[in-house]
């Protein structure tokens, strides 16, 4: 019986060291993507997407970045030709519209849905490119620069049932990433 117990908890330990290492993997990788790119964040916005999908066992997810009043995508990971052209054709989007991004951006807080089909907090639209892309939860964090919205980071996953405090904690961290390299480049 103290055998297994202890295997266990090594097991656990071990899990928690890769996640640890995967996380600090992707973090250097994005740094290293941030400093080849003083003048162009396009690359940033791709990796820290493809990044948050791979460390968070998402399915596909969508970054946008405020340009006045209006909200554009700007990284995407594709799920397929159909849902993709759903979702792209959804932007530009108002500001002041009742899409995910849009009100996360106003609120300047994370938005973790349980099941994005069905969930009637979002907008028909929205549950209809949920259904379009193949997803079923959903998180979107903003883009903070100094306590203002400046976009958001979004990731899903076919499986119904959100994200932990956790993955949204560590999804933050790309959309501050995102930050640091928009910032970057108007500096430069």
Not at 21 to 28: E, G, M, Y
Not at 54 to 78: D, F, H, N
Not at 135 to 142: D, F, G, K, T
């Amino acid at each position: 019986i103290e055998n297994v117990r202890l295997f266990t908890e090594l097991q656990a330990s071990n899990r928690e060291l890769t996640t640890a290492l995967d996380q600090q993997t992707a973090t250097s990788d994005i740094l290293r993507v941030i400093s080849r790119s003083q003048t162009d964040v396009q690359p940033v916005f791709d990796a820290i997407l493809a990044s948050a999908v791979r460390l968070l066992g998402a399915y596909s997810g969508g970054l946008t970045r405020l340009a006045g009043e209006q909200i554009e995508l700007v990284a995407l990971t594709s799920a397929d030709q159909a849902g993709d052209a759903a979702l792209r054709a959804t932007f530009p989007q108002p500001l002041h519209s009742d899409q995910p991004h849009a009100e996360v951006i106003r609120a300047r807080v994370a938005r973790n849905i349980a099941d994005a089909q069905t969930d009637p907090r979002w907008p028909e639209a929205a549950r209809t490119y949920a259904r379009l892309r193949g997803y079923r939860s959903a998180v979107a964090v903003p883009l903070l620069r100094h306590d203002e919205a400046i976009g958001a980071i979004a990731v899903n996953r076919r499986e119904p049932g959100g994200f932990t405090d956790d993955e949204i904690a560590l999804l933050q961290t790309f959309a501050d990433q995102a930050v640091i390299a928009i910032e970057n480049v108007r500096l430069f």
